[in-house]
Every structure is written in structure tokens, then in C-alpha cells.
């Protein structure tokens, strides 16, 4: 039987652990659980988003060190746009904040920063860090930490689909090559191999409306740990969790122990 069109590349091989384990090479995380952490302290839930901020630092360094090579860190989905006006606010100054204050460290360990979502939504000022952290850290290969703000996977799937549809009225495109491939090249991070491991934190087991193309064959992984309280054990913990998976890709177990899963 005729092989079925390779609509998309097999999965690089994954490093390997010391412990012989695969490694991810991306890990997409849902950062859930700010509001409630504050709360049960007694504090507004602006106070867990600031607490929020060094969980992010953890995480990059984590992936630093192990050598994760990309790292997508949903932020603030094109659903949470619907939050009281004043915790919207107080999000967007923190990010605006944190990009003044973190891109240079990131920049120095080598650190390529990208964002995605729909930026006609945010300020003027915001973009403008925005593009001036991508563009200085452009050349940074040690980690690829892309940030999801405004984002949602229905939206990401929709800007691909408008491109392609205006790329076919002007002519440049004929609609019957539309294929899974050419459209996977319209998404957000065409250019980086999909998350291998979805880790989301606050207990609840949902997308939210994350990388919803992306992750089609992402291993998910979820803990009750409020995000401000993740630490470098519990990622360790869903590090072990993922090595232990088979990844069969719609293979059969047989087949994946004979090619090695590729
Ligand atoms: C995640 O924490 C951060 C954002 C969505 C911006 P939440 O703010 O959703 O915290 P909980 O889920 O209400 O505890
Ligand atoms: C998902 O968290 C989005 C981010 C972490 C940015 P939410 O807290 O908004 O998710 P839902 O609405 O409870 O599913
Ligand atoms: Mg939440």
C-alpha cells in the first residue's frame, strides 16, 4: 500500500536524559492559578499574577538548564480580554513592566523572545516593546521562549486560513493545495517543532483555547499546584512523566519499538 502523504515531518529525535529518558524539545504551559494563590492569602488576585512573574523566571532557567529548546508560555488568552477592566490593567502593566525589566538578562543567556496573538488588540506601547525585544533577541539560539498574549488557538487557525484565502483571490495561490502542510506553515511557531509536553498548573484539565492546531499530538500533562507555587521538583515530575510515555503517533505500540518511534 502506497505510504499516505507525509503531511507532517516525523518528529525530530528528543535528546536523551542522563537518566535515559526523552527530553522535550518544546513545552507549552498554561500558567493557571494566579487569582486563587492570592486569594487564599487574603490578597487581591493582582498580588498572585506579580507573584506569578518568578515562577516564569524558574521556568526559564529550568529550560536553560536542561536543555529544552523552546518554551510557549500562555499569558493572557483572547477569552481573558473579558476580565473585570481593572485586573486587565494591572496584567498589562505587569507585562509591560517585566518587558522592561527582564529582556536584557534573557538576551545575555542567549534567549530569543517571540510573541504571539493578536497585537492590534494591545497598546501601542506594549507592541512597541514587543517588536524591539523580538528583534534584539533575534539572533539568540539557547532557548526559544515565546510568549502567548491576546492569543487564542481559534484565532491562530483563523489568520492562517485568512492569509491562504487572501493569497488565493489574488491569484498567487491555488485553493486545491491546500494541504495540512501548507496550512501548519500559516499557524503561529511554523518555524518550531511542535510542543512535545503541555504542562498546566491550577488544577483545572483544559486547553482554554491554547495551541489548538499545534497540539494535536502533545503529550498533557496537569498538576494542582497554583502557578506561584510550581517549583524545579514538580517540572522534574512532569519531565519523568513524559519519558515514560510512548508516542505512537497513530502507530501501533509494535511498530514504535521497532523504529525507535520515528
Ligand atoms: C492565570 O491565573 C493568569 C491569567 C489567566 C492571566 P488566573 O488569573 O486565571 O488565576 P485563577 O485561575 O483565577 O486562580
Ligand atoms: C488560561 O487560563 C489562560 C492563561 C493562563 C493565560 P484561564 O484561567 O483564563 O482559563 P479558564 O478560563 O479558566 O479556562
Ligand atoms: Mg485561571
Redesign the pocket.
Known sequence: MPAPPASHPPPAPEPTAAGGGRVPQHIAI???GNGRWAQRRGRPRTFGHRAGAKTVRLCVRFCLERGIRALTL????S??WKRPQEEVGALMNLFMRSLDREVDELHEHGVRLRFIGERAHLSAAIGKRMDSAERRTAGNTALHLNVAISYGGRWDIVQAARTLAQAAVRGQLDPSTIDEALFAQHVELAEQPAPDLFIRTGG?R?I?NFLLWQMAYTELWFTDTLWPDLDVAELDRALVDFAARERRFGRTGAQVAQVGGA
Open positions: 498554561v500558567m493557571d500562555f499569558a493572557f488568552s477569552e481573558n483545572d483544559r482554554s
